[in-house]
């Protein structure tokens, strides 16, 4: 189920942080850090941060912000699945919610896959790979 995450500090995350650190992916580390020192909670208009819950457990968590370098489109960011979540359709269904909430404000979705192996997955949902310095990947609506 997608929740709505207006107060990261009202869920327990320590577990999805703790094994997206030993995977070797910091975006939570980052989002903790970013939302604790106030630079991002998601609470912009036309920001959102969403998680999923199974099993009474957050399983994944995704955003989506301004994107700075053009503020006509939203970022995606902070994408995470717990691995043995993965291949059921919980990533797709929380980028595909956050594309429709984004419709309500900006022209498109941009996302920064950086070095990441997903290149396939943004592909799969529609977004177009890009040379940008600040995104690589489009989705326009």
Avoid at 12 to 36: C, F, T
Avoid at 51 to 77: D, Q
């Amino acid at each position: 189920m997608i929740i709505d995450i207006t107060d990261l500090d009202e869920y327990d995350i320590s577990h999805i942080r703790n094994m997206a650190e030993q995977e070797g992916y910091n975006m939570l580390n980052r989002l903790v850090a970013d939302y604790d020192s106030g630079e991002n909670r998601f609470d912009k208009e036309g920001e959102k941060l969403i998680g999923y819950i199974l099993e009474c457990m957050v399983v994944a968590l995704c955003g989506l912000n301004i994107e700075p370098s053009y503020t006509e489109y939203g970022r995606i960011r902070r994408l995470y699945v717990l691995p043995e979540y993965r291949n059921r359709g919980i990533g797709t269904e929380l980028v595909n919610h956050l594309i429709t909430f984004a419709g309500k404000y900006y022209k498109g979705v941009v996302v920064n896959i950086g070095n990441l192996p997903v290149s396939n997955f943004y592909e799969s949902i529609g977004f177009k790979s890009v040379k940008n310095p600040s995104y690589t990947h489009l989705l326009l609506f």
